[in-house]
């Protein structure tokens, strides 16, 4: 059984997006928000090499008040499902943990327009 597919992806919430980072055959983005603003975007790229099963790794860029970081995995996906078993959910809460656990660094914050 497949863990990851570009219509799984789409169902996620993920879109299509052009770019050569990383060699990547397709690029995916998602991004994730809530009451205070944009937290951050999950960039998957969908890999594909001669001779071995496709691969998806996916990039979490956080940043901060000196600069940027990333986050990615390595070996998360695999085209077939055999080489693990997670998901685009399990991704998506360890990304949320790590941002959480930086101190929730917004990637952009919504402005208060309220003044008295």
């Known amino acids: 059984m497949k863990t990851i597919s570009n219509q799984k992806l789409l169902d996620a919430g993920y879109h299509v997006f052009d770019s050569v980072w990383n060699n990547a055959h397709r690029s995916y983005q998602k991004l994730f928000k809530d009451e205070h603003g944009k937290k951050y975007f999950i960039e998957c790229y969908h890999r594909i090499y001669p ?17 940027s970081v990333m986050l990615q995995t390595i070996q998360w996906f695999n085209d077939d499902g055999e080489y693990s078993q997670n998901t685009i959910e399990d991704v998506e809460s360890l990304f949320e943990k790590f941002w959480e656990f930086l101190g929730k660094p917004y990637y952009e914050k919504n402005e208060t327009q309220i003044k008295i």
Request: no cysteine; charged share 30%; aromatic share 18%.
């Open 51 to 67: 001779n071995m099963p496709d691969w998806w790794d996916f990039e979490l860029q956080i940043e901060s008040q000196k600069g």
